[in-house]
Structure formats: C-alpha cells, structure tokens
C-alpha cells in the first residue's frame, strides 16, 4: 500500500506513526561499554547453568562488556516477602541498569527451574513509570544432565517476549553438562562451546544495534493512544 494511502477511519491519525529510516537514527549514541545482567536457575555448590553463566560472562568481557552476575541464594519466593527486601531490590537494581540480558537455566522436569521462575517473577514489567526490561536485549541458554532439549530454553523464549524484551534468534543448549566442565569449572572445546560463543556475540552485536533505540522501537500505538486519553480526562472540561 503507498505511503500516501488514507488513513484507515479507526486510526487516530494525531497519535499514528509512520516509521521511516530517519527516525531509527539515534539523536545520540552511548559511549559506555553495554552492560549485561546475567542470571543462572541453580543453587548446587557445583551448579553447572553457574559455571556456563560464567562463560557468558568471560566472553562478554572479552569483548568489552560490562557484566553484572546475580546470586540468586537468599532471594525469596514472589511474594514471600516484600518488594523492600534487599535481595529483591539488588535484582530490580542491575535488571534497571543493564542493557541485555543472559538467561541460563537447568532443565529440570522438562522445564525451566524455579530459581530461575523466582527471579524473572520479581522483575515487574513496571515500576511506576519504569519499565525496567522493555527494549532491552536477552539471550537464552540452558543446561542439561540428559540427552540434548529445548524445553528450559522455549519457555524462558516466551517468558522474554512477555517481558518485552528482544530476544536474539539464537541460543545454546548444552547437554550432559556434567561431561562439559572440568574439574576447575571451564568449559572444555567442543561445538556447545562454539555455540555460546555465537550467541554471546549476537547478544552483542544486537545490544549495540538497539539500545540506543529502544525507547522508540518498543513504543506502541495503543499505549500512546491510551496515554493521551489519560491525560485528556485529566483536564477539567475536556
């Protein structure tokens, strides 16, 4: 359909956007490294989604990231505390601050586990006016004892789109993981291995796209239009 086509009667033509290439220019692009939170779903002394999550952190770094881990021991249960713990508000904190995210979970019964549920559950989708994972980037990765699945890896895909995040195309799932790792905790050379190096670099790559543009890639029709009407109702006669 041309540009220049009539605007369909339902559209709210003051409030409607054409995107175009100019307005995926951003005024101004950010100089410091991008930052990463990085999040892991087991509490084992030996936990091998920790030991991966390392990884991921070595390679962002290496490439000049900026990397948060957070420890998920001493975190309750969603709402089995309140928002002020200091373990909830630690999380809030870095999942304001980054700019992606790396998700890495066991499987566990054919799903994620519930450290891992646990921590995205207590980032809200807003904190007043703060929406403190909407734009920002994430990858997904998954650890296993058994023979290679997806299942931790599709639900922790679907959980980031309900988070509004942009979650890249590609992800690693790592099986038999205890045969993976070293007696130090490195990941031994392998094709699992190479795979996380693909998608650390794609989470980067996609982070350096889109932060500066986040904002504007995730700002919606309906939520403008319900925004102006809000403000509308608020002015004394309109």
Partial sequence: MPHDSPLPAQLDATIFQIPSARTLVPPQRA???PRFLLLYGSLRERSYSKLLTLEAQRLLQAMGGDTRIFDPAGLPQPDGAPASHPKVEELRSLADWCEGMVWCSPERHGAMTGIMKSQIDWIPLAIGAIRPTQGKTLAVMEVSGGSQSFNAVNQLR?????????????????????????EAGRMKPSAYYDRVVDVMEELYKFTLLTRDLAPYLVDRYSERKEAALAAKAQVPGA
Wanted: zero cysteines; a positive charge.
């Fill in 31 to 33: 100089t410091h490294a």
């Fill in 158 to 182: 679907l959980l980031g789109r309900w988070m509004r995040l942009l979650t890249i195309p590609n992800q690693s799932s790592v099986p038999k993981a205890y045969q993976e790792f070293d």
